[in-house]
């Protein structure tokens, strides 16, 4: 709703504070970013930063009725404390107690995925759908569910870590100790190894990302792989295909598992389009349970990119934010409800 009060989001990364003023459309109306340093960043110095970026947007909208913050790592279930912060040094951080010493609103904090799902359910490429998975494939693969209507974030918090389910017994070691995650086969850095090996041994049917890359393969880099899979290289096109088949068997397993109507795939190598998504959807057909006895989930690219989860952010503190009001309401003709309505209207 246009008219729905206005609140801030705040996406947080390894190296970057961004924020924004949404309203009740999902449009951002004003936005700043930060840099914060990497890894070695205390979390004071990244709590000052969100602090600086969030009283900048509210000095230019003065209207704003809640923050929201989503972090890349693991959010307790309670959306007050960051158990694990990859990126930075945040370990069982009360993020929101901190923050709302400093700022004079509600504050909600989440995953960056889980917020990144919320928009793309609300505002983005799942607009209408109930039930809906994101799928974000970037370095690794993460995921956000909406099931309901409903964010689903587990007895602990920690839901949507897709890039860790096995999906080949003894397969390659992943960073997270085990072998045969996910992520090791359908992920940025999974394209990027899979070029690179390639490249290391001479093989001549990589001539053009040698080209690209000056002949130095630790230059290559997704975003290039998905360039010349654009321009028609055979061997780029390859390796999305084997990415997208990889993706499509996982999905296949989420589809049993959670049942919902659109899956939304995002994060840097959705950028490949339906090179990648093609041999998703013919791979998730021919590894569902079911299979031609059950109704499909599609399989779509996500459309709100970067902002999704600025955006998906500040909507969920909004509608937080609203919930609070409609249950502190003493008489239900003045409640406020999650949409911004009026028990009067």
Known sequence: MADAPLAVGVDIGGTKVAAGVVDGTGTVLRRTRRDTPH??????????????AVEEMLEAEPGVVAVGIGAAGFVAADRATVVFAPHLSWRQEPLQEALRARLDLPIFVDNDANAAAWAEHRFGAGRGESHLVMVNLGTGIGGGIVLDGRVLRGRFGIAGEFGHMRVVPDGIRCECGNRGCW??????????????????????VVSDLFERVGG????????????????GDALARELLGEIGRWLGI???????????????????VSAAGDLLL??????????LTGRGYRPEARIVAAELGNEAGLVGAA???????????????ADPTDRVGPDGSSGRD
């Open 39 to 52: 890894r070695s960043t205390s979390p004071r110095v990244v709590e000052d930063t969100i602090v600086s």
């Open 183 to 204: 992520e090791q086969y359908a992920s940025g850095n999974a394209l990027v190894r899979e070029a690179r090996t390639l490249m290391s041994a001479g093989s001549p």
């Open 216 to 231: 130095d393969p630790d230059d290559l880099t997704g975003p290039l792989v998905t360039e010349a899979a654009r321009d």
């Open 250 to 268: 996982g999905i296949a397993d989420l589809a049993a598992a959670l049942d919902p109507g659109t899956f939304v795939v995002g994060g840097g």
């Open 278 to 287: 093609d041999p998703a959807r013919q791979a998730m057909r021919g590894q």
């Open 315 to 329: 909507d969920l503190a909004r509608v937080a934010a609203a919930d609070l009001a409609w249950a502190d309401a």
